[in-house]
């Protein structure tokens, strides 16, 4: 659907709002009414199936609805969770109301940035159609204050601001599926001011401005050390290893109950029965034995030696604290919201960490090795989804759900590990790594697979290629030696050209030039020896302009008559690749990938330019010539793209940006081809 099509058909939905007003906004006009109405229509115009009229998987589907029915009388999470387009991700939620509700009210602007927060996606929308309210939800918010997470900036709209197709067009621009599709929310989330990182001390109901990670994991940290410095009290003799597996067990099972619940996987198993009969203690001791007879996991497991030593003393109160923190009508964690990815991330550096025991009390410090390390590095998910994929995915692809129930797949958190599944279906381990020597060598376990993958990938793509210097001729910008007496700000003499230094070139194009230089080259050599001119023809040519200044590879293209200081020059040496086509294989990701990991320069150099592997661009093929000519049109359609970028204003403006990154990717796949990459080989760079 075009932008006039879909304000046309928003303008239609505010046409039946304005005709029915009075019963719109009357209580008894209900919220299931308000989605089926206008709110879901709202979002189809900005071209999701929110309905899932494509059939799509539970997967690939581009919204999740919220059920009807909610639990316990709370709503489990928003009424809508829009995807990332083509993955399982959620990009933003709307969380709707009906039309009589004041959805400004710092009670429902709380609830909407709540999901936000737990889900880490930095955006959500409030809305009841009359009104569409967009708030930053990077932030934990606070009940008295909420409304304050309302962006100020094209944050507030009403039903009759759709009508102005600028207004609608803000809207469009930010929310529209294939913009969203581009990075739309990140990049409206990268404009928002920074947060801070503080929070405040530790209140039942404290606030403050951090990630949901960092925010939990805070608190994480100070139950282990509430619990741990109580049990040293009433258990004299436990050492810090033993407190460190105690306090770890305890939370465990207090967290994983809270997911249990916030999940609909336990309905009669529930966390406010801890305390019930005056002493949370016993309660948790009942529920935990409770849900060991259900899960074979090693969470709930009878530990006699740990946390269910009969001898083990716990002061009650100290306990009880702990729980009213993570009792779902005090907390404003969210498991049923908060990504399992994330919550891997803040158990990987919560176990970074351990209790020391003196005679009398305990404190949490990092573990030697952790300490040494810098920290606990998480893996990222899109490298454990590449490497779950090309393992366990490989195992599985074309087995029916019955042969993939025989397989077994094992992972050992004390070693790094590879397995394999035997005849039998059963795992097999055939390399080991132990964690020890990994800590060791000072890398990350992404840092390893990445190692490993690049042996020999240089060798392997510079098959079938020469180096850049076989098809050009280089040159440097001019030099003047004396730029107070050379360069001006005006035209000053019949020599001066307009010019532009290494700054100002950017990716495939070159920003304005904003100076003069008064090209006398004779008289700059003889003004200082140093100086270094060069020819008018160097810059009067068709030629690549490569910025110096930093590691990055970035080249751009120039028809000619470009005068260029300090920059390097590549001029075409009828080597059969066109500039053009050219400019597009030093841009690519897989160049740049190239430059950066196989030469180990501060600035951009010549001799390592110059060696870079070019395709040989055997043009009796047509293949070969094909993807010469797609690259120099989609080069000429990106410069297009940039130029009308600097032209327009607001969505308008955003339409150019995508379009310039989406023949950026387009450029990335043809040049993947013409390297003749493996699927392995372009993960290892697209993830880099």
């Not at 058909?9 to 089926?36: G, N, P, W």
């Not at 009880?320 to 009792?327: G, I, M, N, P, Q």
């Not at 090795?369 to 490497?387: H, M």
């Amino acid at each position: 659907m075009s932008f006039d099509e879909a304000h046309k058909r928003v303008q239609q939905l505010c046409d039946h709002f304005d005709a029915r007003r009075d019963e719109i906004m009357s209580s008894e006009y209900k919220e299931a009414t308000a989605r089926a109405e206008f709110i879901t229509p709202f979002f189809e115009a900005l071209g999701w199936d929110v309905n899932n009229t494509a059939h799509r998987t539970i997967y690939e589907k581009d919204c999740v609805l919220e059920k009807a029915e909610a639990y316990g009388g709370a709503q489990r999470s928003a009424d809508y969770a829009f995807r990332r387009p083509g993955t399982h991700l959620t990009a933003f939620f709307v969380e709707a109301k009906k039309p009589s509700v004041d959805i400004r009210h710092h009670d429902e602007c709380y609830q909407a940035v709540l999901y936000g927060w737990n889900a880490s996606t930095p955006l959500v929308v409030l809305t009841d159609f009359e009104q569409f309210l967009i708030l930053d939800a990077r932030s934990r918010p606070d009940k008295r204050n909420a409304a304050s997470h309302i962006l100020r900036e094209n944050g507030s709209y009403t039903y009759r601001d759709y009508r102005d197709a600028e207004k609608f067009t803000e809207i469009w621009g930010l929310f529209f599926r294939q913009a969203v599709a581009d990075g739309s929310i990140d990049k409206a989330a990268a404009a928002l001011p920074r947060l801070s990182g503080r929070i405040r001390k530790d209140e039942l109901f404290a606030r403050g401005t951090r990630a949901v990670d960092d925010d939990f994991l805070a608190r994480m940290e100070r139950w282990r050390e509430t619990l741990a410095k109580s049990l040293k009290r009433t258990n004299q003799d436990l050492s810090g290893e033993e407190l460190t597996s105690i306090t770890q067990r305890i939370l465990d099972r207090l967290i994983f109950l809270r997911f249990l619940e916030d999940r609909l996987i336990e309905r009669d198993v529930t966390f406010d029965q801890i305390g019930r009969s005056g002493s949370a203690w016993r309660d948790f001791e009942r529920v935990s034995d409770r849900l060991d007879a259900r899960y074979n996991g090693i969470i709930y497991k009878h530990d006699r030696d740990g946390a269910d030593n009969p001898g083990l003393y716990v002061d009650d109160a100290a306990f009880a604290s702990v729980v009213e923190h993570l009792e779902p009508r005090n907390s404003d964690y969210k498991f049923a919201t908060i990504p399992v990815t994330i919550l891997g991330s803040i158990y990987e550096r919560f176990l970074g960490n351990v209790i020391v025991a003196t005679d009398k009390t305990a404190r949490v410090e990092p573990k030697p090795e952790v300490r040494k390390a810098g920290g606990v590095y998480y893996t990222p998910d899109y490298i454990v989804r590449y490497i779950v994929d090309q393992t366990v995915g490989r195992f599985i692809a074309k087995k029916t759900p019955k042969q993939i129930e025989q397989m077994r797949f094992a992972d050992d958190a004390t070693e790094f590990q590879i397995w394999r599944l035997n005849g039998r279906g059963s795992a097999e381990k055939v390399a080991d790594r132990r964690q020890a020597e990994i800590r060791n060598s000072h890398l990350s376990n992404f840092q390893l697979y990445r190692d490993a993958s690049r042996s020999g990938f240089l060798s392997r793509v510079s098959k079938n290629t020469q180096p850049l210097s076989a098809l050009v001729e280089f040159f440097y910008g001019f030099k003047t030696a004396d730029d107070a007496k050379f360069i001006h700000s005006e035209k000053r003499h019949k020599e001066s050209r307009r010019f532009v230094p290494s700054s100002h070139v950017k990716r495939y194009f070159i920003q304005p030039p904003l100076e003069w230089v008064w090209y006398v080259p004779e008289k700059m050599k003889r003004n200082r020896p140093t100086a270094r001119p060069g020819d008018a023809q160097r810059f009067l040519s068709e030629k690549i302009v490569v910025a110096r200044m930093g590691k990055d590879l970035v080249a751009a293209y120039d028809p000619g008559g470009l005068f260029v200081k300090d920059a390097m020059l590549v001029l075409d040496r009828k080597g059969g690749i066109s500039l053009k086509a050219l400019t597009a294989i030093l841009n690519s990701k897989l160049l740049r990938f190239i430059y950066r990991n196989f030469f180990v320069t501060i600035d951009v150099l010549k001799n390592a330019l110059l060696s870079l592997p070019i395709p040989n661009l055997d043009f009796s093929s047509h293949c070969r010539k094909s993807i010469d000519d797609m690259l120099t049109s989609l080069v000429d359609k990106m410069l297009a793209a940039k130029k009308a970028e600097a032209e327009a204003e607001g969505a308008r403006r955003e339409h150019w940006t995508r379009q310039f990154e989406a023949l950026d990717r387009q450029i990335d796949q043809l040049v993947y081809e013409l390297y003749g990459l493996t699927e392995k080989e372009i993960a290892l760079i697209e993830a880099a």
